[in-house]
């Protein structure tokens, strides 16, 4: 019922008939509709930290300017604030990176292990600090390497196994899975990030890889997530011919899998 079509008749000369034409133009008004609610949503994502920092420079300027303990404290929620829009920023020019090009060019042989092991490491902190360990199972004397770009893949990986210590956290353990798979038409590696924390409603499965989409929004922003991140997962995988599936039961934790061609 959303069908927006487009009839334009032109009469033949001499009198031959008329030429009708019938567009159907619905794919393209869904793209400008889809383009006008990322652009209202960046705005509004970047307006309230910067609406935060507007309001805080003004009280730093008046009533807290001979309050030293207010002014810390000020001086902390604007760090924050303006670290919330350089992730957003980040997180934007990796995505219209990632989504400019169809296919990646296949730059070299990337070895998955090594990606695991070092976004494991960069993770450790955050781990840490949230209470969860990070347990990587890998194979024994299977070739691990797919071809790819490095960067983008650690992209990947560090955006799933961060949002399960974020979000998946409360299970105390997030298990990195590598094993064999296969894709139509090619060898695949298949890589799952498991959690048990708290799993998602089987209603917001579908939308989880939309730009901006959470389930919960104060919870996501509060942990210093953008909604940006699934989106980008997504389109590394597909450029990379890959598949990214995701299982999840509500209380009982999270599966990602990422299946990459290894030939
Ligand atoms: P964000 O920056 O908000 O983390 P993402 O695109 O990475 O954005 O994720 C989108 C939403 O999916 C998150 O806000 C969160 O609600 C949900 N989510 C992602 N990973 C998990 C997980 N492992 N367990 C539960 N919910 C998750």
Redesign the pocket.
Known sequence: QDAVHRVTVTPLPQEAGVLCVLEDLSEVEQMGQMRREFVANVSHELRSPLTALTGFIETLKGAAKDDPAARERFLAIMEREAGRMNRLIRDLLHLSRVEAEERVRPTAMVDLVEILRSTKATLRPLAESSGVTVRLDLPDGLKTQVPGDADQLVQVFQ?LME??V???GAGGEVVVRLTPDSLPKAAALRIEVI?Q????DAQHLPR??ERF????GH??RE?G???????IVKHIVQRHRGRLKID?TRGMG?T?AVILPSE
């Open positions: 955006n949002n399960a974020k979000y998946g959690d924390g708290e799993g998602i989880l890889t989409y959470r389930v919960d919870r996501s942990k997530g953008t909604g940006l991140g699934l989106a999840s999270s990602f």
